[in-house]
T-cell receptor, first 115, second 109 residues
Framework: NAGVMQNPRHLVRRRGQEARLRCSPMKGHSHVYWYRQLPEEGLKFMVYLQKENIIDESGMPKERFSAEFPKEGPSILRIQQVVRGDSAAYFC?????????????FGPGTRLTVL | EDQVTQSPEALRLQEGESSSLNCSYTVSGLRGLFWYRQDPGKGPEFLFTLYSAGEEKEKERLKATLTKKESFLHITAPKPEDSATYLCAASSGTYKYIFGTGTRLKVLA
């Protein structure tokens, strides 16, 4: 499967716990984007990463959220001390060049439920 | 503020009944207009990228067109398997896609 992979597909956490979402980009892609989709809302940009670099995290909440894309391994979106409002679908996308004309290809998403 | 608006929010069609979905955008300097299909519980599946006004792209029963203010996704003789939410997104000078809220299409057999 050469597509974007995300795991887990579903994640349940209690308030105050940590959530770790993983994303492996499409083969040959080195640019990763994270989006969040709330019910009845469009996808919202959170963060853009290249290997070992955060390029733009302007869409990510300043507290409790962090992202990384290490030299080896998947990109990780980390949410500390989750609250009910963090319940959403989180999608990862990847592209070839990181340019504004790039097509971004999306993974299947991780659906986070906070109890 | 850059914005993408899709209409209608929901659309029910009989099998074989052609129609069009609209995506209006107000962005400063469109660089790309992207259409995706999203099935319940799944991620957006790429359909088309359009770069300039007048451009058209086709795939099976779908055809996407672009003007300076809007894009249309034309569905010809739809089948029940075309039922999904169709999303459009715009980029304007950055890699941040601006998404509309989608059109939920239901095709009845």
């Amino acid at each position: 499967n050469a597509g974007v992979m995300q795991n887990p597909r579903h994640l349940v956490r209690r308030r105050g716990q940590e959530a770790r979402l993983r994303c492996s980009p499409m083969k040959g892609h080195s640019h990763v984007y994270w989006y969040r989709q709330l019910p009845e809302e469009g996808l919202k940009f959170m963060v853009y990463l290249q290997k070992e670099n955060i390029i733009d995290e302007s869409g990510m909440p300043k507290e409790r959220f962090s992202a990384e894309f290490p030299k080896e391994g998947p990109s990780i979106l980390r949410i500390q001390q989750v609250v009910r409002g963090d319940s959403a679908a989180y999608f990862c996308a990847s592209s070839t060049f990181g340019q504004d004309t790039d097509t971004q290809y999306f993974g299947p998403g991780t659906r986070l439920t906070v109890l | 503020e850059d914005q993408v608006t899709q209409s209608p929010e929901a659309l029910r069609l009989q099998e074989g009944e052609s129609s069009s979905l609209n995506c209006s955008y107000t962005v400063s300097g469109l660089r790309g207009l992207f259409w995706y299909r999203q099935d319940p519980g799944k991620g957006p599946e790429f359909l088309f990228t359009l770069y300039s006004a007048g451009e058209e792209k086709e795939k099976e029963r779908l055809k996407a067109t672009l003007t300076k203010k809007e894009s249309f996704l034309h569905i010809t003789a739809p089948k029940p398997e075309d039922s999904a939410t169709y999303l459009c997104a715009a980029s304007s000078g950055t890699y941040k896609y601006i998404f509309g809220t989608g059109t939920r299409l239901k095709v009845l057999a």
